[in-house]
């Protein structure tokens, strides 16, 4: 016996509706459906189409935490679903850097609160979504006073690989944070160009072990030969060290410099 006559549906335009609308549990609860449907790999292209993307980037103005949230996991996904291009996604990227870095954060609550870095790391994976439209802003980001916002700026940069953010990124080879210089050197290394091969084999000194295991990783990932001799050098050192670790990587790297140079070699 079925259970239901006819399939539950509710129109898309009734959602954007409440979605724009000034009653905060209604949008809230518009959020929240959207959020149950992508689920069930909802297609959203009739609510683009009807002028949900704008909708969503109104919501990321919120008073509310989790509804903010919401709306950028939720233009992350349309932007995945629909690209960027003609949703008008876009014009999400200065709302989501507000989130991202933290400037939309009342001073009462800068000592971040986990919903906070929740808002934070949803708004990083969507900017990673929209991609290169959103390289300039993560650029910017690079410099922020917060060594938190510049490791998730590295890290996005790298995601989207794009070659444009490399010159800044290589300046945080030197920040004083390990973990921002751990995340430059992992975006280099997935962006894999070749500005990135003199300035990552002089950090490969780093005083902290486990970021010059990642620039010996993105070395082979570049895949250089000008690397090797520095790459060689450091090899010594991590022998009379019994950093086994950093031999494993930087033994790693120079397999992959090879393959690299056979591979081009056949080519």
């Known amino acids: ?56 980037i109104s919501c990321l103005e919120d008073p509310d935490e989790e509804a903010r949230r919401l709306a950028a996991f939720l233009i992350g996904y349309v932007a995945e679903a629909c690209g960027v291009e003609n949703t008008g996604i876009v014009s999400a990227v200065p709302l989501l850097m507000k989130l991202f870095d933290g400037s939309s954060v009342s001073f009462s609550k800068k000592i971040l609160s986990r919903g906070t870095r929740n808002l934070r790391v949803a708004a990083g994976n969507t900017l990673v979504k929209i991609g290169s ?11 922020n006073p917060n060594r938190d916002v510049r490791f998730n700026a590295a890290r996005a940069l790298g995601e989207i690989r794009d070659p444009r953010a490399v010159e800044s990124i290589l300046d945080l080879l030197r920040d004083q944070n390990r973990t921002v210089r751990l995340a430059a050197a992992r975006a280099l290394g997935f962006i ?71 591979r081009k070699y056949r080519e």
């Open 192 to 262: 894999k160009d070749e500005r990135a091969v003199e300035p990552l084999s002089h950090a490969l000194g780093d005083r902290t072990r486990m970021v010059r295991n990642y620039i010996a990783w993105a070395l082979g990932e570049i895949g250089d030969e000008r690397a090797v001799t520095a790459l060689q050098k450091a090899y010594k050192h991590a022998l009379m060290d019994g950093d086994l670790s950093g031999q494993f990587a930087i033994n790693a790297a120079l397999e992959e410099i090879e393959s690299s140079r056979y």
């Open 1 to 56: 016996m079925a259970l239901r006559d006819e399939k539950f549906s509710i129109p898309e335009e009734l959602i954007i509706e409440d979605l724009t609308g000034q009653d905060r549990k209604i949008r809230q609860n518009a959020l929240d459906l959207l959020n149950v449907m992508t689920w069930y790999d909802w297609n959203p292209t009739t609510f683009v189409a009807s002028g949900g993307a704008q909708a969503l």
């Open 133 to 143: 439209p959103a390289v300039e802003a993560l650029t910017v980001a690079l410099h």
